[in-house]
């Protein structure tokens, strides 16, 4: 069982460049999320999924576009990367909003020059 | 809306101390609340939560945690500190039903041999 898998783990990016962040989920949960982490400022969230086929904006999400075509599978997309969105990602994933327990996985270290 | 405050972004304790973590949270409704643990380079993982009922709940690693509405707090405590405890520790508040959780800025807990 290996719960929230992300790929990949680290990304150097140059300014302009795109790129996708997969995650992938096998405990058939329905709630997925796309985290950025900067130092002080704890978890922010970018966006959001309540099944599959649906996405909502979260917090911070500006520069960022997602898509759940399958209920397992959670894509962040940068289309224009710029140095703000040098951070840690995390993707993370929940069986339900009753107790909203949410399962981590081991975060994406990504930088853009 | 919810919110959540973590008082001290860095706390260092010695081994076999006393380890507080503190945590305040502001909601118009009952809260649900958490503490997530992250060590380096890792995602993050429930240490324990809070739902409804008994006001103390006990978590992994010997730590624990009380929900004390009088004073919005989620204190985190663990009576002895031991090396393997240095992470930087999460408290988090959603509310029944929401599809989000807020966290706080995070703390970062340091031990000393």
């Known amino acids: 069982n290996a719960g929230v898998t992300q790929t990949p783990k680290f990304r150097v990016l140059k300014t302009g460049q795109s790129m996708t962040l997969l995650c992938a989920q096998d405990?058939?949960?329905?709630?997925m999320y796309w985290y950025r982490q900067d130092p002080g400022m704890g978890l922010r969230l970018i966006h959001y999924s309540v099944g599959e086929g649906t996405t909502a904006k979260g917090e911070v999400p500006d520069g960022y576009n997602v898509s759940r075509l399958k209920k397992q599978n959670f894509l962040l997309g940068l289309e224009s990367a710029a140095p703000s969105q040098t951070s840690v990602y995390f993707c993370?994933?929940?069986?339900?909003?009753?107790?909203?327990?949410?399962?981590f996985g081991a975060g994406t270290r990504l930088s853009v020059l | 809306a919810q919110s959540v405050t973590q008082l001290g972004s860095h706390v260092s304790v010695s081994e076999g101390a006393l380890v507080l973590l503190r945590c305040n949270y502001s909601?118009?409704?009952?809260?649900?609340l958490f503490w997530y643990v992250q060590y380096p380079n890792q995602g993050l993982q429930l240490l324990l939560k809070?739902?409804?009922?008994?006001?103390l709940v006990k978590g992994i690693n010997g730590f624990e945690a009380e929900f004390k509405k009088s004073e919005t707090s989620f204190h985190l405590t663990k009576p002895s500190a031991h090396m393997s405890d240095a992470a930087e520790y999460f408290c988090a508040v959603s509310v029944q039903g929401a599809q989000k959780l807020v966290f706080g800025q995070g703390t970062r807990l340091t031990i000393n041999p």
């Open positions: 993370a994933s929940s069986m339900d909003r009753a107790l909203n327990i949410q399962y």
């Open positions: 405990m058939n949960h329905e709630y």
């Open positions: 809070y739902t409804t009922g008994a006001t």
């Open positions: 909601s118009s409704v009952p809260p649900y």
